[in-house]
């Protein structure tokens, strides 16, 4: 699977972006989906993930309430809607995937497969 993650750019604190991930290489609704996102110096951090039907959805705390992941199983894709962007969601985001099963999503060592990032700047 070949992952594409697309979206990121510069905003003010408040505005909102909308990522896209497109996968290739696998039949769009044969595995699990999750956004990431990491800052130099720190260790990659679970933002959401969504499942194969895209009926079940998790969000880290710190983005709860702001943040949307949805996903278009014919378009191989999957999104995260960003609202109420604060200067602390500034990190590069990666789309990963996972054929599974697994109990545990929020781990990025669940996911095969990762995106090359995407770069989401926030100013205050």
């Avoid at 602390?88 to 054929?99: L, M, P, Q, S």
Wanted: one cysteine or more; glycine letters at 10%.
């Amino acid at each position: 699977v070949q992952l594409q993650a697309s979206g990121g750019g510069l905003v003010q604190a408040g505005d909102s972006l909308r990522l896209s991930c497109t996968a290739s290489g696998r039949s769009g609704s044969s595995y699990y989906m999750g956004w990431f996102r990491q800052t130099p110096g720190r260790e990659r951090e679970f933002v959401s993930s969504i499942s194969w039907s895209g009926v079940i959805t998790s969000y880290a705390d710190s983005v709860k309430g702001r943040f949307t992941i949805s996903r278009d199983v014919a378009k191989n894709s999957v999104y995260l809607q960003m609202d109420s962007l604060k200067p602390e969601d500034t990190a590069v985001y990666h789309c990963a995937a996972t054929v599974g099963p697994s109990n545990d999503y929020a781990s990025s060592a669940t996911y095969e497969y990762w995106g090359q990032g995407t770069q989401v700047t926030v100013s205050s």
